[in-house]
């Protein structure tokens, strides 16, 4: 019962009426991702997931400088071991689905509504990998430029970081080889329609 506290507190803010109103958006971006940690033998190679595009939809609604939102990735990786400017890649091993409550807030605001954002919040993901599937909790943050394009429509880049434990499971790697966290950083161009 505990568990659902937070998430009713989350939903009963952004849906109850305020002296500010709420503002409702939908997002769709698109980018790229480069992971590090995972694992990593003592020779220095290490193990993980590959520079995968990644697909994210984000329902959000909006406080005056405050925001309030729920986003939805999916991407589908390769499993590399890389050393010294060297990846053996093997494409289409593994996949995921996040999904991630966040808060926002505009930190400056230039010209013709050209926002600066920071975004923190938790994420759950769901691995599937060479069909063995597990869930990581992570810790996601992001900053994001966001510019007006048309009526209701804004673009936006955004640079996110994301921290979980490693993608690998305790007997998934061989002796001699240390499971490290999972460190993503992405990169992503999306287009946001204010409702």
Same mark, same amino acid.
């Given at each position: ?46 193990? /993980? %997931? ?10 959000? #609604?909006?406080?005056?400088? =405050? @925001?309030? +939102?729920? !986003? ?48 923190? /919040? %938790? ?10 599937? #597990?869930?990581?909790?992570? =810790? @996601?943050? +992001?900053? !994001? ?51």
């Amino acid at each position: 019962m505990r568990m659902l506290a937070a998430p009713c507190v989350a939903v009963g803010l952004a849906v109850a009426p305020g002296p500010v109103s709420g503002q409702w958006g939908i997002a769709a971006e698109i980018g790229v991702a480069r992971f590090g940690g995972s694992s990593r033998d003592t020779s220095g190679i290490t193990v /993980g %997931p590959y520079r995968p595009t990644t697909f994210e939809l984000r329902v959000d #609604r909006g406080f005056g400088p =405050a @925001r309030v +939102a729920v !986003a939805v990735m999916y991407a589908k990786t390769g499993i590399a071991g890389e050393q010294a400017g060297m990846a053996l890649v093997q494409y289409d091993l593994a996949s995921f689905w996040e999904i991630a409550p966040q808060l926002s807030f505009r930190l400056a605001r230039f010209g013709a509504g050209v926002d600066v954002r920071v975004e923190a /919040g %938790p994420a759950v993901e769901r691995w599937d990998v060479d069909g063995a599937r #597990r869930t990581r909790v992570a =810790a @996601r943050t +992001a900053a !994001a430029l966001e510019w007006p394009l048309a009526q209701a429509f804004t673009g936006s880049l955004r640079v996110s970081g994301i921290l979980s434990g490693s993608v690998f499971d305790a007997g998934e790697t061989p002796a001699g080889v240390e499971r490290r966290a999972t460190r993503r950083v992405g990169v992503a161009v999306g287009l946001r329609y204010r409702l």
